[in-house]
């Protein structure tokens, strides 16, 4: 079976870092990414993990534990516009994505 | 602008009645993907095109039809929907449907059945 879990909601406050951890198990693992999706607007890429480690992309960074089944998105100097749900998907082999629930991220000033 | 499209935005129907999703994408891709976006559920993948070739259909009720007449274009055509389809319609392209393609999601369609 296909599972991915992520907490529901996270509140943070403008200027802080967040974690946003994202946990799977699924019959097949390529690669993982996480997308960010404003309310009511398509969810827009982040980052793309393969390999165990931590990839930095400005703001935001994702780390990958294949071994655990474990990754997380960080994001430093939280601004609001940050304010979003943040996906996690996993790249199944040839059955596609798999995306978790999503986190709904709150920034308050 | 995304570079994908999709029209109209917001659509309510009766279970009775025929409507289509449009889907346009302006990236040159050659994969494309319906998704459904319910309130506090994941994203489920509906159907995968790939060069014009359905290549998934995620068990999904035959009130959804999609069709696919180039790589550029996707519909999704719905008829005696069911008040539980009403969700968010979001189409997504991909250079291929190789699952390590980032795809690029269009805006989405609000589908409210009554």
């Known amino acids: 079976g296909q599972n991915i879990d992520q907490p529901t909601e996270m509140t943070a406050t403008e200027g802080a870092i967040v974690q946003i951890n994202c946990t799977y198990q699924t019959s097949g693992f390529n690669g993982l990414f996480w997308y960010q999706q404003h309310a009511g607007e398509a969810p827009t890429f982040l980052s793309y993990?393969?390999?165990?480690g931590l990839e930095e992309k400005g703001r935001f960074s994702s780390f990958l534990s294949r071994s655990k089944g474990y990754s997380y998105l960080l994001l430093k100097e939280l601004q609001m516009k940050d304010s979003a749900s943040y996906l996690c998907a996993v790249d199944n082999y040839g059955q596609n994505f798999v995306f978790g629930p999503g986190t709904r991220l709150s920034v308050l000033p | 602008e995304t570079g994908v499209t999709q029209t109209p935005r917001h659509l309510v129907m009766g279970m009775t009645n025929k409507k289509s999703l449009k889907c346009e994408q302006h990236l040159g891709h050659n994969a494309m993907y319906w998704y459904k976006q319910s309130a506090k559920k994941p994203l489920e993948l509906m159907f995968v095109y790939n060069f014009k070739e359905q290549t998934e259909n995620n068990s999904v009720p035959s009130r959804f039809s999609p069709e696919c007449p180039n790589s550029s274009h996707l519909f999704l055509h719905l008829h005696t929907l069911q008040p539980e389809d009403s969700a968010l319609y979001l189409c997504?392209?991909?250079?291929?449907?190789?699952?390590?393609?980032?795809?690029?999601f269009g805006p989405g369609t609000r589908l409210t059945v009554l």
């Open positions: 997504a392209s991909s250079p291929t449907a190789e699952s390590t393609d980032t795809q690029y």
């Open positions: 993990n393969v390999l165990d």
